[in-house]
């Protein structure tokens, strides 16, 4: 095991990930921008390093930086976090040039996944169901209406390398796809510096379901069982849960064995290790694989909840080369846990709402756990993801959880700014919601103010 480990991220899961550092036994170094250098994650580590301004391209996406902070710090080991670096190939060979541990996949697995249209191509080969859609990148607006043509309308316009709902959109009609087109590629390229677009079918509503994957550099990959991470705005997930109310009857049971096979079967196909997760879109009867993140993602706690495995333990057991001692048969799912990301935005109209945390007091009781990026008196600022917690409950059953749930945010105090805790308990409020009937439009349809 590496001994000191520079944590290249902020917030909520740099805090988490010093907790369970500190608990291995190693030391955390923090890097930080100066936007955030009173945040608790940086008071809370070992040692931390500044790495520049507020902007991202000057601070946590700073590679040079980073690597100058794991050198000045004496730290022999990186974890990423979600976001900035976190999927980079490029990142992960230079920690390795640098005589670093990458707390991730191989360089050479995010490389077959960066790609989301090579990614398709190279699952469907597995044998694994993927979104109808177009052979490869479109190189132009013509070439788009003719895989429009052969996928039918609606479809989706989708950058390949990109993430978090940025660069896509739906087009209704091939009038809309040239519109669509172009501004897809425009902001695929101010974002991730590349233009290249692919088209998918659109379903108006399905339910996104995602499957927790672990893997050992010896061989070992198993499945954590699957996340129900429907209620979306905008591409971005607002809450998840574990388990999916999908699989709760027999047709559900029947899709999960053969979600899961699939699942492996994508990892696999990638040259998988460490945490990642596959990701489905599940429509009438059926599942379509969309894309394989390389990290963990800001939901994980739901799956730590209900499995009692520490995903993030397991992420820095297997970076040090240490074999899964868990087997498939082992992983056994245990109650309801869901997940509420607490913004920094108005709950209406859904803009953030930066400013200073006057009061910020979060919930306790019995099977609420809070995972905080600030504390009071801290100021959120505009610069970053709006994000200031999460939340996460978990009760015996889906009707405890969500009774739990309405509680904990009903106490849950923040004052100076406005967040979207009302959003929240609209959501839990909600008929449709606590019978499980979910899709990707439900906040479209449902728990308006």
């Known amino acids: ?103 991730g996949p191989p360089a050479e697995a995010m490389e077959r996944m960066k790609d989301k249209s090579r990614a398709r191509q190279l699952v469907a080969a597995a044998g694994v169901p993927v979104v109808p859609g177009s052979e490869g990148l479109v190189p132009d607006v013509d070439a788009a209406r003719e895989a429009a043509e052969r996928i039918g309308y609606p479809v989706l316009c989708k950058a390949a390398g990109g993430g978090g709902g940025i660069g ?40 996104h379901i995602e499957v927790q994957i672990l893997g050992d550099h010896h061989g070992h990959l198993l499945h954590v069982l699957e996340r129900e991470c429907s209620l979306q705005r905008r591409h971005q997930k607002v809450v998840e849960e574990a388990p999916s109310p999908l699989f709760a009857d027999v047709g559900g049971e029947a899709l999960a064995e053969r979600l899961f096979p699939a699942a492996l079967a994508a990892a696999r196909a990638f040259g998988y290790a460490n945490a990642g997760t596959v990701e489905f879109l599940c429509a009438d009867g059926a599942f379509y694989f969309i894309e394989m993140n390389a ?55 859904f803009l953030p709402s930066p400013g200073p945390l006057r009061v910020f007091q979060g919930p306790t009781g019995e099977g609420v756990r809070l995972d ?65 009937t979910l899709n990707t439009r439900f906040l479209e349809q449902h728990a308006r103010p």
């Open 168 to 207: 896509m959109a739906v087009a209704q009609t091939p009038a809309e796809l040239a519109k669509v087109f172009r501004q897809c590629a425009d902001r695929a390229r101010a974002a991730f510096g590349r233009d290249g677009l692919y088209l998918e079918r659109y379903f108006p509503a399905p339910r």
């Open 1 to 103: 095991m590496f001994k000191k480990l520079l944590i290249a991220n902020r917030g909520e899961i740099a805090r988490r990930i010093q907790t369970v550092a500190r608990g291995m036994g190693l030391a955390t170094v923090a890097v930080y921008s100066d936007a955030d250098a009173g945040l608790p994650f940086v008071r809370e580590a070992d040692e931390a390093v500044r790495l520049g301004p507020a902007p991202p391209r000057d601070s946590y996406l700073n590679v040079a930086a980073l690597l100058e902070a794991a050198r000045a710090t004496g730290a022999d080991a990186v974890h990423p976090g979600y976001g900035f670096v976190s999927e980079s190939a490029g990142f992960a060979r230079v920690c390795q040039d640098a005589g670093l541990v990458f707390v």
């Open 295 to 349: 990290r963990l993602q800001v939901e994980h706690p739901v799956t730590e909840a209900t499995t009692g495995l520490d995903l993030i333990a397991w992420q820095l057991r297997i970076a040090a080369g240490e074999r899964l001692t868990v087997r498939q048969e082992d992983v056994r799912r245990r109650g309801v846990a869901l997940e509420f990301r607490i913004y920094a935005e108005d709950p209406v109209r």
């Open 372 to 436: 905080a990026g600030y504390a009071e008196g801290d100021i959120v600022t505009p610069h970053y993801d709006p994000m200031i917690a999460k939340l996460i409950v978990s009760g015996a059953t889906r009707a405890e959880a969500i009774a739990r749930a309405i509680r904990a945010l009903e106490d849950f105090r923040v004052e100076g700014l406005k967040t979207n805790i009302p959003l929240h308990l609209r959501i839990l409020r909600d008929p449709v919601f606590q019978a499980g």
